[in-house]
């Protein structure tokens, strides 16, 4: 068991990393004062499995708390799903203290974070992240949004929860691809500031394909230490945040032109970091041995290093269109060596051609 602060000047929240910790929701919340109504936001496949455990701890701690499920899937971030999740908490009745908790994964995590950061010009936001891509990034940070039809999380804000618990036990039921595409934002964590826990990643790589508990705990406390040193930094990504974006430039464009179908969100960040570190060759950044210790902990994961479906020039055109980009300029993530990143605007468009050509 693991137990992390965010401190950040609006107030500071705990994540608690556990098995087991679904049936303690209830008792966490007590101990923030939180009682009388909520609204728990899932999706289908995680309400069926756990909706009732959650609603069960609620009520046994005094709390009169509703499950709301929407499709499971990227399609449910959307202002339409968000306005149905609205009117039910007009109906029934939730006050400005009533806590909005989200039960699942990224998707779930963003959608009722939104909500939670809108509803009443905001209520207590809580997540129970339930794929360990929300574990480790997600639900962590702030970061809330739906989607745009022209583009991805387009309509957001910044909205700290104010609990996080992560249950071990729910990665038992995640499947084995949504799993490893988490392993993708673990990898990231390794590459852009600690070395030593890349090298950890490479020593305990089978016990983390299969679930072991204490490697889990080590692995998931890891990077939320990391991401929440980041946010407390800067918080709203004047800066130093922008390192979380390794490897997301390409891959962003790789599930854009794959109409978010193809690739995990992970499996295209994996590509995009070993791009990265093409591209932080070429620029003289990096040595070959860089290349290839990322080129080799991305295989060991069994994560792709090509998006072979891709089109170079489709990828620039995406690429062109990048949100973080300020004044037109991409500001590239590059890596000097596994563990140490920088923050390159924009990359030489004849470099950028020739490694994209590689990755696919
Ligand atoms: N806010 C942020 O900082 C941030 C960071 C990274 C990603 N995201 C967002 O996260 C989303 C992706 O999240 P995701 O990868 O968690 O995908 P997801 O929420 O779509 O979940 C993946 C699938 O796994 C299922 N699932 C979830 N938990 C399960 C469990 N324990 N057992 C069985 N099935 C389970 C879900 O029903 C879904 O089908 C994207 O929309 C992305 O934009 C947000
Ligand atoms: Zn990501």
């Known amino acids: ?62 709390c009169k708390a509703e499950l709301i499920c929407v499709p499971p899937g990227e399609g449910s971030k959307s202002l339409g799903v968000a306005m149905e999740l609205y009117t039910k908490a007009v109906t029934m009745g939730l006050d400005r203290r009533s806590p909005v908790i989200a039960l699942g994964g990224g998707v779930v995590g963003d959608l009722a974070g939104f909500v939670a950061a809108t509803y009443l010009r905001g209520v207590p936001f809580i997540q129970i992240p339930t794929t360990l891509l929300a574990m480790v990034d997600s639900s962590v940070g702030g ?19 104010r609990l996080v618990v992560a249950d071990l036990d729910v990665l038992s039921t995640l499947p084995e691809r949504e799993l490893i595409a988490g392993l993708a934002e673990v990898i990231k964590y390794g590459a852009i500031h600690d070395t030593d826990f890349f090298n950890y990643l490479n020593r305990n790589c089978a016990a983390l394909m299969k679930k072991e508990e204490g490697v889990l705990t080590e692995v998931i406390s890891r990077c939320c230490r990391s991401k929440a040193w980041v946010v407390e930094q800067d918080e709203k990504e004047n800066n130093l945040r922008m390192i979380l974006n390794f490897g997301h430039t390409i891959g962003h464009a790789i599930e854009a032109e794959t109409d978010y179908t193809g690739y995990r969100h992970g499996e295209a960040v994996a590509v995009g970091m070993y791009a990265a570190s093409l591209i932080s060759r070429e620029l003289g950044l990096c040595t070959s041995q860089t290349v290839e210790a990322m080129r080799e902990i991305i295989q060991r994961f069994s994560l792709p290093l090509t998006a ?53």
């Not at 583009?151 to 700290?160: D, H, P, R, S, V």
């Open 143 to 161: 970061k809330v949004a739906v989607n745009h039809e022209l583009g991805k999380n387009l309509i957001g804000a910044f909205y700290q929860p």
């Open 1 to 62: 068991m693991a137990e992390i602060t965010v401190n950040l000047p609006q107030g500071a929240y705990g994540i608690h990393i556990m098995p087991g910790a679904i049936q303690r929701i209830g008792q966490l919340m007590r101990n923030l004062g939180m009682q009388g109504m909520a609204l728990v936001v899932s999706d289908e496949n995680v309400g069926a499995l756990y909706g009732a455990a959650v609603l069960h701890s609620l009520t046994e701690c005094g």
């Open 308 to 360: 072979r479906e891709c089109s170079p020039e489709r990828l620039m055109t995406f690429l062109k269109r990048d949100k973080k980009s300020v004044d037109n300029v991409v500001q590239w993530v590059l890596i000097q060596a596994p563990g140490e990143v920088v923050i390159e605007r924009g990359v030489n468009e004849a470099v950028l051609r020739s490694v994209l050509e590689q990755i696919t």
